[in-house]
């Protein structure tokens, strides 16, 4: 047996291994086999479909009739062009009659390249796939989804887009023209506006009616998703449009020209360098503000300058080993400046709420601590989802980019600096390296204390993964369970961040979509895959299969939608009703347990578990991972802890 206290010390500092070879010759054999899948085909078409698409003239059909079923130069071409200027590398769908024509063109006119078709099993996960692509790529990929229907499945992927300000391009096919709709179904699937049903969390919309408006209004939606506050945009491809015969008479295609950031203003900015210059105790807020590697460095820079503490986690904003990571309402309470770089929250960091029956917040920050907001979101903002959180009165709200401003802020900071403040700084950077050293530790500790359990705990489950992959180029495309802060995340990719939306159903198709932007430039994409997320659509794991995406996704399998039991539990408490054990109705994935690993074998994806013994978990991670470098998706479920 592993004695923890070591093994946990190696992880944390310079963690060695060896990777197990028991049995990988039966999982090389196992990815062999899903390299060279058994080949299947589609029925073979009826006698009247092989006329119908193979002419020269369909049976039943005159000449001149037939001039209606033959198209040369169909508008879906010309749709097609305009996406391959946009440079959209991909186009996430579940296959729908209304954009037929537009995914014909992608595959044989277009030659399924820049965009390729990515094969989605639910609209959901094609646009959650998209969303964390994004993430990685930092571009947008292509949503194409059928119609009504499409958009009401592929609706909470893209609210979490929104809320997480992610970009993405959805085309949503449609049959305006009723005369030209075939009856029943295609009629069900149209309306007359049916990106109402996501407008009030997308950044615009349009329904071209010729091609030279598609042109026009594709370009500018790509252009409007792409520039702060990112989000997703939409256009309507009409069915008609996209299959009517140009005879070789398109428009021209727009050129495209990437917008700047928009910057926050000189005046302002110089204001809030002098605030922080002069601050004893300031501390960084930090949400969306590291959209790149270029904004990684900056905040590394930002801190540095002003030796202040940065907490955040929404995207990967910091190093998580650099003394200047850390968080908690002590750093607060001693705050006197604060700076909110696109914070959407900053109310909940400076004020703590309770839940109780009669909800209460009360004041963390000092009172005459300096507020100072940098964020793009006052730039776009809708009303009806409150996804923008409750208004926190500010000293200074600059509006703009908060990356693009960081770099002049920084100078003018240095500027204003004042000389006798080094000293300060020093003794400010002293005190900060010891709290972060204590911090390290005690989590050290934490994770030794339940290191043999069972169910599995976290820190293990977190660290026995590390040990496994630390060697390659990784990039972790999940949430952050406990245990994480051992990972050393230093790149832009080690961490994709959150959701955005809080939505479940978002993790396990965002990670595949994380690893397909990975994959281009060979990296080794992991994922901590909780188990309620993975049930609403499991389907995309056979898109990545299919897609050959390499990504080992190992299963926080709790057997329960773990915050809703907490969240019934506290409720039997409350009213004092005495037995907590009926807070598992509902909540629980039990009688009978579920068996992810042979899910995932149903996808065509190497799999083991379920694993309940802790020494049996390191094992098991290393043969998967061999799966992943062979370039296959591989899966182990593990039973875990709760978060």
């Known amino acids: 047996m592993t004695n923890r206290r070591d093994f946990i010390k190696g992880v944390a500092g310079t963690v060695t ?24 085909s589609a029925l073979p078409p009826t006698h009247y479909e092989s006329s119908m698409e193979k002419g020269p003239i369909p049976e039943g059909y005159t000449e001149a009739e037939a001039q209606h079923y033959f198209v040369q130069s169909p508008g879906s071409d010309y749709m097609v062009d305009v996406v391959k200027n946009l440079n959209i590398d991909y186009i996430a769908s579940n296959p729908g009659s ?71 391009v959805i085309f949503a096919g449609n049959h305006m023209e009723m005369t030209g709709r075939r009856p029943g179904a295609e009629w069900n ?36 998703a792409v520039t702060p506050p990112m989000g997703p945009t939409a256009i309507v491809i009409d069915g008609h449009l996209q299959e009517e015969d140009t005879h070789g008479k398109v428009p021209p ?56 503490p940065v907490s955040g986690d929404g995207r990967m904003n910091f190093p998580n080993n650099h003394y200047l990571y850390q968080g908690g309402r002590t750093l607060i309470r001693q705050a006197d400046v604060i700076l909110g770089l696109e914070n959407r929250d900053l109310w909940g960091q400076v004020n703590a709420s309770r839940d109780l029956v009669h909800r209460d917040s009360k004041r963390v920050a000092r009172d005459d601590v300096k507020l100072i907001s ?16 409750r208004f926190q009165p500010v000293d200074l709200d600059i509006t703009g980019d908060a990356q693009a401003s960081l770099p002049f802020l920084i100078e003018e900071i240095k500027r204003q600096m004042p000389r006798n403040k080094r000293a300060q700084l020093k003794e400010r950077a002293e005190k900060l390296k010891a709290s972060f050293q204590k911090g390290v530790e005690e989590e050290r500790i934490a994770a030794a204390r339940g290191w043999n359990d069972r169910p599995i705990s976290l820190y293990r489950l977190s660290l026995e993964l590390y040990d496994a992959i630390k060697d390659r180029d990784w990039s972790f495309v999940s949430q952050q369970p406990s245990g994480m802060n051992f990972w050393p995340m230093t790149k832009h990719y080690h961490h994709i961040g959150g959701s955005g939306g809080a939505g479940i159903g978002y993790e396990l198709p965002a990670s595949v979509g994380a690893a397909l932007a990975n994959r281009e430039h060979g990296r080794f994409s992991v994922a901590i895959q909780p188990d309620g997320d993975f049930l ?27 915050q809703e039991l907490m969240h019934l539990q506290r409720m039997v408490t409350r009213r004092q009703r005495g037995n907590n054990n009926q807070a598992k109705i509902g909540n629980v994935f039990e009688d009978p347990f579920i068996n992810f690993a042979k899910l995932a074998e149903g996808f065509g994806v190497y799999s083991e578990g379920p694993i309940t013994n802790p020494d049996d978990l390191g094992p098991a991670i290393r043969r998967a991972a061999a799966i992943v ?14 978060a």
Request: charged letters at 15%; aromatic letters at 8%.
């Open 17 to 40: 291994g060896v990777v197990a070879t028991a049995g990988l010759s039966t999982q090389k054999e196992a990815a062999a086999q899903q390299a060279n899948p058994e080949k299947t």
């Open 98 to 168: 209304s954009f037929r024509g537009f995914q014909e063109s992608i595959t044989t006119y277009g030659g399924n390249k820049k965009p390729e078709f990515i094969t989605c099993l639910h609209e959901e996960s094609a646009a959650a796939l998209a969303h964390g692509y994004s993430k990685i790529a930092y571009k947008p990929m292509g949503v194409a989804v059928h119609g009504t229907v499409g958009l009401q499945h592929a609706a909470m992927g893209i609210y979490n887009a929104y809320c997480d300000r992610a970009p993405m």
């Open 189 to 224: 699937h149209s309306a007359l506006d049916c990106v109402k049903l996501v407008r009030d969390f997308i950044k615009w919309d349009d329904i071209p009616l010729s091609l030279e408006h598609y042109g026009d209004s594709l370009t500018r939606a790509y252009k409007i």
């Open 253 to 308: 295609i727009p050129k495209y020209t990437s917008p700047s950031p928009p910057n926050g203003d000189m005046g302002a900015l110089t204001e809030a360098a002098k605030l922080l210059a002069n601050a004893d105790n300031p501390v960084i807020l930090a949400g969306h503000v590291a959209r790149t590697p270029v904004g990684l460095d900056l905040m590394i820079a930002l801190a540095e300058t002003l030796e202040a």
């Open 374 to 389: 940098i964020s793009s979101d006052d730039l776009y903002m809708l009303s009806n989802y409150q996804n923008f959180q």
């Open 536 to 562: 609403f659509a499991p389907g995309v794991v056979w898109t990545a299969a299919h897609h050959r995406i390499p990504i080992l996704w190992v299963m926080h399998n709790n057997r329960a939608y773990h």
């Open 629 to 642: 470098d062979s370039g296959m998706p591989a899966l182990v479920d593990a039973v875990c802890q709760p």
